[in-house]
DNA sequence: ACTTGGGCTTCCAGTCGCTGGAAGGTCAAG
DNA sequence: CTTGACCTTCCAGCGACTGGAAGCCCAAGT
């Protein structure tokens, strides 16, 4: 199967693909003749796996260990669930910056009018000479 | 004051500061002699107020907008409010998704037992051939 | 007078994870 | 035999910096 075939497949654009086979997160296809990379069904479903991965924000070398892992029989499930923990981690600390941002501009749009004057606080805010 | 100094008072490192003047975002600095940049008080405020906002999460493009806006006196609040809910938009889209990824996580990372046997629910979700 | 150490300058390259585009080869159908 | 859809490689750019090299400037200490 050529490359299109295998990104309509995967959910994996081909550029992404040859992009994973630059880095090395997937190993380099076979070729045909004419020099097209050529897929089987096992490299698609490794796709998938890489596609839902990255989906749920793991970093590509987080899919690299999950991929590891994944191919590894005799991989200890500790280890699958360290990397997830971790990624679940940053998430919450992400989300919690997020929020704190969010809460602070909520703020400050709920103090400003929003009319055709000049007076605004979150200029103000943003402006405040004291620290 | 040189360049240093400003980065000190102002939270924008000297490496930054030489960005966001290359970029457009902050008018070139005077120089001395030497052709050293010098900063004035006011330029540091400047600084200072891109700093909050960055630190507010507003991509540097909006920095550009509500710097333009903080120097036209003959500016509309609602236009400031207009970007800053834009961007309270853009967060809780980015809150949302973050929070539907850790809910699926922390799903999966409760079904993994975590030892040392290779059976991980993880990797079997991410492996599923199914959809 | 000279050295030392810090600070300043520019410019190029790298980060992360792709994505777009140019230039050109290949293939199947009409 | 042409069209158009594929495929190939390579280079460049996104955002927002950051690191590092090579070289100039300046103030303080000996």
Redesign the interface.
């Given at each position: 199967m050529n490359i299109g075939e295998a990104a309509r497949r995967s959910g994996v654009s081909a550029k992404t693909i040859r992009y994973y086979e630059s880095i090395g997160l997937i190993p380099a296809a076979g070729r045909t003749n004419a020099g097209y990379r050529a897929y089987t069904a096992n490299e698609v479903?490794t796709l998938?796996?890489v596609q839902?991965?990255r989906s749920?924000?793991f970093s590509v070398d987080d899919v690299a260990g999950?991929l590891g892992?994944?191919r590894?029989?005799?991989?200890?499930?500790?280890d699958?669930?360290?990397i997830?923990?971790n990624?679940?981690a940053a998430?919450?600390r992400?989300?919690a910056e997020?929020?704190s941002?969010?809460r602070?501009?909520?703020d400050?749009?709920n103090r400003?009018?929003?009319?055709?004057?000049?007076?605004?606080p979150?200029?103000e805010?943003?402006?405040?000479?004291d620290r």
């Open positions: 479903e998938r796996f839902r991965a749920l924000g999950l892992l994944w590894d029989r005799s991989r200890a499930s500790a699958v669930k360290a997830a923990l990624h679940v998430i919450e992400k989300i997020l929020d941002i969010r602070t501009l909520i400050l749009t400003c009018c929003g009319d055709d004057h000049p007076d605004c979150i200029l805010t943003l402006a405040q000479t």
